[in-house]
């Protein structure tokens, strides 16, 4: 997708100056995009994706393990990651909300079982190794219980936040048949499974572990698909971030994500949620030592949501801009 055609320039992000190597987005002033859609975005100089979830499902599929055939031997880790839904955001109270612009959302909904995770997935190559950006416009809720009611309720913090668990934003690169190929990934930990907030950004600290891995003896826990071992993420510098989860469970507000990674580089750039911006060029990303057939060039995006207890949690995505500095 052509920029010029949406008469985009460059956004300015928020947040301390990064040195000029770092591709960041800057707008012109006074230049406001054709498609009012993408006002609202910080794109790179070219739109490789724009996916409003009004217009349909836009290529996010339902992650599912490698297999030959037979379903009956899907790995138990992947077994269960549910097709993404188009969702016009009905909650039991309020009706229908309908998403930040427009009626329809992509809706990520796990089942009401503790560690259960629903993945989406968008697939796609590259043309050139270099920066990357994903772009969205978010929110998440966990499903309201309708348990004995808190004698202790003050009428401010619901109980409901406690029972969201964590979703991530991922990547899958890999450069060749000799690789290397590399999984970035960024957690945002709202609670624990005792239901204690944390509300932190964390990255993984190890690989995920492939059907290859899997296939040759080498999977350890089939809990969480992102890592080895269930403990392998560690806190990002200045990741802390309460978000506004507005008191009820079916109050929503939208938040704006932007992450940038280079593939070229095999690293992670930087992170901004709302205000909060990230610096991650220092973090490390593991890396396969193995070789992978048939994934060439190989981009693909990934979000996930997390139950971290019995109760479903959902992820909801307005709209979402992935641009690219070739």
């Known amino acids: 997708m052509n920029r ?25 002033a006074g230049r406001i995009p054709d498609d009012p859609r993408l006002a609202r975005f910080n794109p790179l100089k070219r739109i490789l994706v724009f996916d409003d979830f009004d217009e349909g499902i836009n290529g996010w599929a339902e992650l599912v393990s490698n297999h030959n055939g037979n379903l009956d031997d ?13 969702s016009n955001c009905t909650f039991f109270d309020t009706g229908t909300h309908g998403s930040m ?14 560690f259960h995770t629903a993945a989406s997935i968008k697939r796609l190559t590259f ?17 309201q219980t309708f348990d004995a009611p808190d004698p202790n309720w003050d009428g401010n913090f619901t109980p409901s936040e ?36 944390v509300q932190k950004w964390m990255y993984k600290t190890s690989l995920h572990t492939t059907t290859k891995m899997d296939r040759a003896g080498q999977t350890l ?11 392998d993420w560690k ?48 973090i490390p990303v593991p890396s396969y030592g193995q070789g992978y057939r048939s994934l060439n060039h190989l981009l693909n995006f990934l979000l996930d949501v997390r139950a971290n207890r019995a109760v479903r949690n959902f992820l909801f995505v307005d709209s979402a801009v992935i641009s690219v500095d070739w």
Not at 101 to 114: E, I, V
Request: net charge positive; charged share 25%.
């Open 162 to 197: 406690r029972n969201f668990g964590e979703m991530t934003i991922s990547n899958d690169v890999c450069m060749g048949e000799d690789g290397p190929r590399f999984i970035c990934a960024l957690r945002y930990r709202n609670a624990t499974p005792e239901g204690e907030l």
């Open 101 to 114: 612009s427009g009626t329809y959302a992509l809706k990520l909904a796990t089942r009401a079982r503790q």
């Open 235 to 282: 806190e990002i510098p200045g990741g802390r971030q309460p978000l506004c989860f507005n008191e009820t469970s079916t109050k929503i507000n939208w938040h704006y994500l932007r992450w940038v990674f280079d593939t070229a580089k095999q690293r992670n750039t930087e992170l901004q949620v709302n205000d909060l911006v990230m610096d991650l060029r220092g």
């Open 221 to 231: 826990q089939s809990v969480d698909y992102h890592v080895r071992e269930v403990n």
């Open 4 to 28: 010029r055609r949406f008469g985009l320039m460059i956004p300015a992000a928020a947040g301390a100056p990064l040195p000029a190597q770092v591709a960041r987005p800057q707008r012109a």
């Open 74 to 86: 899907l790995r138990p880790v992947l077994r269960d990651m549910r097709p993404a839904q188009l």
């Open 127 to 143: 043309q050139k190794p270099g920066p990357v950006q994903f772009e969205m416009y978010f929110t998440f809720k966990a499903e």
